[in-house]
């Protein structure tokens, strides 16, 4: 079977939730995958079982055991192997035609140009405590005028965050900027993420590890996450409807029962967010000292 019957029999369920026409400018669309772990692995399998048909996917790590509780391409046999070329493997089995190109030493300056600036969307799947690297994304994202999308699982729940060309920017949203500290541009992008924060009612918060850039994380919130984050990507893609664009803001939490949205005017520097900002920083203050000893 040749590539083009095999892909067309592939995608055949996907056909009355898109058009044969939208389904042929999924297969001609490019999406950019800035990370394989937890999120980004996942994201990248199922915009490939939606026939997505080309890839850039970044990721300078290997699998290790503490990947497997959440991480779909972390299994045994991948233990100690490269991210990318794991998934990049997994991706071809898939869609034997897909056009994947792998960026081993993940997201750096002298790569990201190239890593954006001919996709049609970029997925943010850096891992939480990288910021210098999601700065870098972002920034170079608007300037080659590409939308970003941003999912995080948060206890039993996914969050949605979407920056579009000409929209309200990811430091305008997060209120950060370069003269903060890794830990206070954390703080922002956690209160920012999940202003409802509903996973606070039931996560042991000391678990946090900053040290070891690690917190509680569940596979099945990894699965509402992407959800919740691939339907976006295709939504934008095919220009379904208006994105999820900052100020707004969504999560899911299957735990509480409840789907929140809401729309922040000023971003992070309102009154309520700036409160949830001090009292965060308060609760995680012994997190400081652990971020400035850490590896970059």
């Known amino acids: ?31 950019a995958v800035a990370g394989c772990g937890g999120l980004g692995g996942r994201e990248l399998i199922d915009l490939v079982r939606m026939g997505i048909g080309s890839f850039h996917v970044a990721d300078f790590d290997e699998f290790s055991i503490k990947n497997i509780n959440r991480q779909i391409g972390a299994t045994s046999s991948t233990v100690d192997k490269p991210k990318v070329e794991v998934m990049a493997d ?33 997925v943010d799947a850096i891992d939480l405590f990288s910021m210098d690297a999601r700065l870098l994304l972002y920034r170079t994202a608007r300037k080659h005028n590409k939308p970003v999308v941003f999912s995080a699982p948060l206890g039993f729940s996914g969050t949605l965050n979407v920056f579009v060309p ?27 993420i ?35 984050l691939t339907s976006e990507v295709l939504i934008l893609l095919l220009n379904k409807r208006a994105p999820m664009a ?18 922040l005017r000023w971003g ?16 995680f203050a012994d997190q400081r000292h652990l ?3 850490a590896p970059q």
């Open 246 to 263: 900052a100020p707004r803001y969504a999560q899911f939490d299957t735990f509480c029962g409840v789907y929140k949205t809401g729309k």
């Open 90 to 122: 997994m991706a071809k089995d898939i869609h034997p035609g897909v056009d994947i190109t792998i960026f081993p030493n993940g997201i750096q300056p002298d790569n990201v140009d190239e890593f954006i600036s001919s996709a049609d969307v970029i």
């Open 194 to 228: 999940a202003p409802w924060a509903t996973h606070l009612k039931y996560m042991d918060t000391s678990k946090v590890d900053s040290s070891d850039h690690a917190g509680p994380s569940l596979s099945c919130a990894c699965n509402i996450a992407t959800g919740l």
């Open 268 to 283: 992070n520097r309102g009154p309520l967010q700036r409160l949830k900002r001090y009292l965060a920083a308060k609760k």
């Open 1 to 31: 079977m040749d590539k083009n019957e095999y892909y067309k029999k592939a995608v055949t369920r996907n056909l009355g939730l898109v058009s044969e026409a939208e389904q042929e400018q999924l297969r001609n669309s490019k999406v």
């Open 166 to 192: 000409g929209g309200m920017t990811f430091e305008e949203y997060f209120d950060i900027n370069d003269d903060m500290d890794l830990f206070d541009q954390l703080i922002a992008f956690v209160v920012g």
């Open 291 to 293: 971020l400035a000893s």
